[in-house]
């Protein structure tokens, strides 16, 4: 048994169907640095909210609200 355990601590585990392609000039391990960028198309967040389906909103109006003042200030 402990022999069975000892194939699989080698970090790497190939097998026929695991192994890397070598035909056509397949690379599976490449040293090319690509450069990840932010798409700039639109994949950003929404400026709709997201809300639940029992959002109920505000009976008060913006305005009025930003109006108040304490009555200690």
């Given at each position: 048994m402990a022999a069975h355990l000892a194939s699989f601590s080698t970090p790497f585990v190939?097998?026929?169907?695991?192994?890397?392609?070598?035909?056509?000039?397949?690379?599976?391990?490449?040293?090319?640095?690509?450069?990840?960028?932010?798409?700039?198309?639109?994949?950003?967040?929404?400026?709709?909210?997201?809300?639940?389906?029992?959002y109920q909103t505000s009976t008060w109006n913006y305005d009025f609200i930003q109006s108040i003042t304490s009555a200690t200030s």
């Open positions: 190939t097998s026929p169907r695991l192994a890397p392609n070598t035909k056509a000039g397949f690379k599976p391990w490449s040293t090319t640095l690509v450069r990840c960028e932010p798409r700039t198309e639109g994949c950003g967040w929404s400026t709709a909210q997201r809300r639940p389906s029992r």
